[in-house]
């Protein structure tokens, strides 16, 4: 089974067990052991599968502006913690690919490993979206085609964007290609320096 036939399956998992409830403050029951990056893949898709349903309700146009306001900070935690999340898993590709000997010619390819499992998380949620819009009994035929089609894409996106991660990992093992890992350096959340904050 290659990586993201793994992956695929996993944050299938993690979004049908945060379906099961469906809701933002249900408790995450992560399956997989301690430190394996099935854990991570687990850990990675809950996260996106929670702040993706905080971004549906803080859109609601009635929505409490105190509330909004609450939602928003939260979804900043979930934000740092998926980044967060991303670092981690490059760290475990770091480990795993080490020992390689990286040829002479090796390319650096335009994001790390674990930015495209990132990508692939969110592929799977907007998968799962979809296809509910598409067996909805309360909308038109238009609108069940016009989803559907919106469905083949993602799922074609999906095998494309699966098939390149592959390749990439087998590139870096076999040291045609390189990774580099820089931390994200966000400002906003570092009362050091975020000027609204270390101005008051």
């Not at 760290?91 to 650096?108: E, I, M, N, P, T």
Request: charged share 30%; aromatic share 8%.
């Amino acid at each position: 089974m290659s990586f993201t036939e793994k992956a695929n399956q996993i944050f299938q998992q993690a979004i049908r067990d945060y379906h099961l409830k469906d809701h933002v403050d249900t408790p995450i029951n992560n399956p997989y052991e301690q430190g394996s990056i099935e854990r991570s893949l687990y850990l990675k898709c809950w996260i996106d599968t929670v702040q993706w349903h905080l971004e549906d309700i803080i859109r609601d146009p009635h929505i409490d502006p105190i509330e909004a306001l609450a939602l928003k900070r939260r979804i900043d935690r979930s934000n740092q913690d998926r980044t967060d999340l991303v670092e981690e898993i490059d760290s475990y590709f770091r480990q795993l690919y080490s020992g390689v000997k990286v040829q002479a010619d090796a390319r650096l390819n335009t994001e790390s490993p674990a930015w495209a499992v990132d990508r692939l998380s969110i592929l799977a949620l907007k998968i799962w979206h979809m296809k509910e819009q598409t067996e909805r009994t309360d909308a038109d035929a238009g609108h069940i085609q016009k989803c559907q089609g919106k469905l083949d894409v993602l799922l074609e996106q999906q095998v494309d964007l699966s098939t390149a991660i592959d390749q990439l990992l087998e590139d870096i093992e076999a040291g045609r290609k390189y990774m580099k890992v820089y931390r994200q350096m966000k400002m906003y959340n570092d009362p050091a320096t975020n000027p609204i904050l270390y101005k008051k």
